[in-house]
């Protein structure tokens, strides 16, 4: 269902002119013609597919592989550039009702999916389709109000459509309540939805399935410690033939990058493991296995068509200067340093002055290699450091850093992780769409929600192998992590590694009381700083947008209650 996203809203303009043959009907341009839509299934098909464009990528909303820019306000990575997001502002700890953090553009949307929801019934079509399109319809906006409290807190609750914009000025619901409504429009929505898509019109796979809208409702469930509840809405989705992907034959490429530097090899076994779960975890953001991999529950689609238009332009926010990248968003070096050391255990990194020391700017001595020596395969998968070798971007390619230079790196490390080497000629341009779920994510949110529950289980563990296995990692010792504050502290770092880059991170140091721990300045491979951030414990909630405040009076005491 990939272009048909990204063209709805012309489509959905001309739809509702194509009836005015004889004469000039002028319809005023802040209202839609409702008078002249809902005339055909085809017509509510598109109103519907202009709801889904929720999903593109959009500045205004951060979702679509903007996502990644909620890491760049964590302390997984830098965002460098300010005029890209409010990541920069966000992670220094500037943060004012100066900029909006998604608020103004997701009203907009939800307005879209109360209009399509109020006036579908107009429409004469197939019962069972009309149901179906009105579960995809509240489950997307169950979604969208899911992540306007869980960045804003209360928010103003609307369910039918509007053209006077005085009738949104009312006081915001708290944040309970609208938690309380959208998991309740999910659960109602998941019962009417199918669990795939066989594909054609009205059947594009990328709809909502039922599964998607329960990894939504796990996740929301999740955030908002609801453990008994998100432990079994996710163990349904584990139900329901999702798995990790996986690669079980390598090809030529697949070994062409010789980690034999980095990597002590038991045997050829063992090569063969590593080289195996590498791929894996790499591979399942390329475009070429979307088709055939049954990891991604939902994703924001994407398509090559032109520069700067409808691709994913991961390939060019991640990447260095010197494979055509901006380096816009970096990994830190406390991400770095939270990769597992090939044992499956925590890894203990050097000091800071040591490290400067053995990188010996930009000269590194054989001291610095053996930081990297016998990592976590997802850190090879995930990051460029000085010295490692990406050959499927660019063949013989070896990072390095170009400290100060235009477009590289601020912290001296690049992601590698989410970007497709088939798209790289073009900036903007990639074809790969941009997990918001994968199964990876359920494994997790099981893992968490049953220890918090009750604490260690067989279940857990067995969730927690299936992604190491995937990634070519031993299995979690038992007798370790036997505890429930044991186990809690590894699931949270193997939360961080796993769903690195995409987009989690900020809400799960939010969620686990962590933040005024983890935001520290962040500092480059030099040990010097390159941003001073600063933590308030109000940075839990974002401020309203001062243009919704003076818009809506009544957001101004909650705002106040949030410490803005």
Known sequence: MKKIFYTSIIIFAIAAFSSCKKALVLTPNDQLASATFWKTEHEASLALTGCYTYFSTNDNTYTGYYYAYNDGASDNAMAQYPWES???LISAGNISPTFDQGYNARYQYIRRYNYFLDNIAKTPMDAALEKRFIAEAR??????????AETFGPVVLLTKS?????????????????ITFVISELQSAAADLP?????GTDNETGRITSGAALSILARVQLQYSKWADA????????????????????TAADTQDDYSTFVTFADDNDKQKFYKGMASYEQQFWQANESSSKEVILASQNISNSSYAYGNGLRTLFPPADLGGWSSITPTQELVDAYWDRGGNTFTPPTATARAANYNNGNP????LTEFKNRDTRLYASILFPKSPWGAFNSGYTFSWGKGGSNNSKTGYNFRKLVDPVYTTADWDGAQDFPIIRYAEILLTYAEAKNELSGPDPSIFAALNDIRDRAGMPAVSQTTYSTQLSLRGLIQNERRIELAAEGQRLFDIRRWNIAKDVMKSTYDLTNTIVQARVWDPKFVL???PQTAV???PNLKSAQTAKGY
């Open 139 to 148: 489950a997307l906006r169950a979604f969208t109000y899911f992540e306007l």
């Open 542 to 544: 974002m401020p309203y």
């Open 195 to 199: 669990a795939s898509y066989a594909g």
């Open 365 to 368: 001595n054989a001291a610095y």
């Open 550 to 552: 003076d818009h809506n």
């Open 162 to 178: 509007y053209t006077d914009p005085l009738t949104t000025a009312v006081a915001p619901t708290p944040e309970a309540d609208v």
């Open 86 to 88: 409010n990541a920069t």
């Open 231 to 250: 432990a079994a809405t996710a163990q349904k989705v584990m139900g329901m033939g999702y798995a990790l992907y996986r690669k079980t034959t390598l």
